[in-house]
């Protein structure tokens, strides 16, 4: 399966080992030269561990990607190791493998930047797996607002970094080398856990709110999601009515009856569904009736300038009649000004977020926000 995915990515030819010792006499052939290697962990013979070992010792330059079904701490103790032998490692999958975990890592070598510290821009494996390990992920939280009434119901979760010398990170900063790395997944289900933590922390406060957290999985395909995210949740001591998973236009295959499962399971568990960003895919009408969506989240660049250009206008107003036409309710992300909540309240907008409203904020700082608001109330005028 392997082998003919990687064929059907464009290598042009492909070798096939049964464990390590095999593996090695392939790199040894200078008949057969190969640039990158895919090696899961548990083999006969020559496991992955000593695979590892040996392919440093030869000295031979080529890349690696680690495939396994171990845990995900196990995968990254391992990526430690590679490093600690200087092994050029593309980045770690969880099985079962596919196109999108794999594309990635190929991009990544066929750009040149395993030989250098930094990938492009951005973060090498075991800066990545350092900071996982010292808990420097965070969830910070954007408050959403009800547009008639300021009423603060709910919080949009939103990842940082908050790294040791740079500061604190945006998503955009660092994203791209997690995605690039094959932890994606396993990055969106350490959301889902600290959202979850963070909601029962403002219960205990007080504060009845609701999280939205984007479930921006590689896949919808696995059945167990709905059942992992209820674990989770509840686990935490929430319940799964207070919050809501969203799910972008891009990720969602309408054709796929296990991510239309997953989605309808969610439904039934009490969690809300939401479609997020709305208008950056192709998505109609007929294609959302599909999912028992509860709100659609629409993208920012047709919210801000609505009240004086022309194409946001006519954007937020067809997603808008649609989000009415399904009876979904409806948040306006990205709002920068008076003028723009003034147009949403008017063209009946639920809800809205923005910097005009507050940035997203570390959980430490949103239950003073909320008192300095009236007690979660805010003001248009």
């Not at 680690?66 to 430690?80: E, M, Q, R, W, Y």
């Amino acid at each position: 399966m392997f082998a003919q995915l990687l064929r059907t990515l464009g290598a042009s030819e492909v070798h096939v080992a049964e464990d390590g010792r095999a593996a090695l006499r392939v790199l040894r052939d200078p008949d057969r030269p190969v640039d990158i290697v895919v090696s899961d962990m548990s083999m006969p013979g020559m496991d992955g561990l000593e695979f590892i070992r040996n392919l440093s010792d030869s000295g031979t330059r080529v890349s690696l990607i680690l495939a396994s079904a171990l845990d995900h701490d196990v995968l990254l103790s391992i990526a430690h190791m590679a490093h600690a032998y200087k092994v050029q490692l593309l980045g770690v999958m969880a099985k079962p493998p596919t196109a999108a975990k794999l594309v990635p890592m190929v991009e990544l070598f066929r750009s040149g930047a395993p030989t250098r510290e930094r990938i492009e821009d951005g973060f090498e494996l075991q800066e990545i797996a350092d900071a996982w390990a010292h808990d420097d992920f965070e969830a910070w939280l954007e408050p959403r607002v009800h547009l008639t009434t300021g009423t603060v119901r709910s919080v949009e979760v939103s990842p940082r970094w908050r790294h040791s010398t740079r500061g604190v990170l945006p998503p955009g900063a660092f994203l791209p080398s997690i995605r690039a790395r094959g932890l994606n997944d396993d990055f969106i289900w350490l959301m889902v856990q600290k959202a979850a933590a963070h909601l029962h922390e403002l219960q205990q406060q007080g504060h009845d709110l609701t999280a939205s957290v984007n479930l921006a999985l590689t896949s919808l395909n696995d059945p167990r999601i709905a059942s992992r995210v209820q674990h989770i949740v509840e686990s935490a001591g929430v319940s799964p009515r207070r919050m809501v998973l969203s799910v972008s236009e891009a990720a969602l295959n309408t054709d796929s009856a296990k991510s239309l499962e997953n989605l309808a399971r969610l439904r039934v568990l009490g969690f809300g569904v939401g479609v997020d960003d709305f208008g950056n895919g192709p998505m109609e009408a007929e294609q959302l009736s599909l999912v028992a969506f509860t709100e659609m989240k629409i993208k920012c660049s047709f919210v801000r300038g609505a009240d004086v250009d022309g194409n946001a206008r006519a954007g937020l107003a067809a997603s808008l009649e649609i989000a009415q036409r399904l009876r979904l309710k409806t948040i306006a992300s990205g709002i920068s000004s008076k003028d723009e909540w003034a147009l949403l309240r008017e063209w009946e907008c639920d809800y809205g977020q923005g910097p005009f409203i507050s940035p997203p904020l570390p959980l430490a700082e949103l239950p003073g926000w909320l008192g300095r608001r009236s007690a979660g109330r805010i003001s248009s005028t």
